[in-house]
């Protein structure tokens, strides 16, 4: 038994604050990685509840290779998540306010395969084909909202960089600078003159 199992033989359904951390995997078509849950049939990301000692870090890629097989080598904040939004009453009647944090993650090992104790399905999802709101659970809806916006800077910024890099080739001598922004960090990429360059800076990561 978890913590928050070893709680609940002790609490029953009664509320409880449950620490966690998630993340969306992103594959090469910048397409994230979503997963059916078995408890209520809505989709998600992938991650779990903290075990005592644990840090954000150290829960994702536990829950990652127990859920989905992959290993996250690196790990982009996506944001950090509490309030009414995180509230919410499984079906067994357990009530919880999640207080979590989200991650992206384009380097990682494994081979994707599901937990079926854990998960109905798991699939990549092009942003315009992500499921309805209506089909993601609850305090996953504010995560992958902002994983929207996340891949949609992300996007336009690799197409940025390609388009510097056709002007760079264009005009020898000339170099495009770009702001990119990556979350996690203010600081603009200097000489940006191809998207090889431009996916590295995306891809920085806090450990």
Not at 25 to 49: C, E, H, K, P, Y
Not at 143 to 158: Q, S
Not at 170 to 188: C, E, F, M, Q, Y
Request: charged share 25%; aromatic share 8%.
């Amino acid at each position: 038994m978890g913590y928050i199992m070893d709680l609940r033989a002790q609490v029953g359904h009664r509320p409880l604050f449950m620490p966690g951390a998630g993340v969306f995997f992103i594959d090469g078509q910048n397409r994230a990685l979503l997963q059916r849950r078995v408890d209520n049939g809505l989709w998600a990301g992938t991650g779990g509840s903290m075990e005592l000692g644990e840090t954000f870090v150290d829960t994702v890629r536990r829950e990652a290779v127990e859920e989905v097989g992959l290993y996250p080598e690196t790990l982009e904040l996506i944001g950090t998540y509490t309030g009414e939004s995180q509230h919410y009453i499984y079906p067994n009647g357990d009530e919880v306010y999640v207080v979590a944090a989200t991650f992206a993650c384009d380097r990682y090992s494994g081979t994707l395969r599901i937990d079926p104790e854990e998960c109905l399905d798991a699939r990549f999802f092009a942003l315009d084909a992500f499921p309805p709101e209506a089909e993601i659970h609850p305090p996953d809806r504010p995560m992958i909202r902002d994983l929207a916006a996340w891949l949609t800077r992300r996007i336009a910024a690799a197409a940025a960089c390609a388009r510097g890099a056709s002007t760079a080739e264009a005009s020898p001598g000339r170099t495009k600078v770009l702001d990119v922004a990556v979350i996690g960090t203010s600081a603009p990429e200097d000489a940006m003159t191809n998207e090889a360059a431009c996916m590295a800076a995306i891809r920085r990561t806090r450990p």
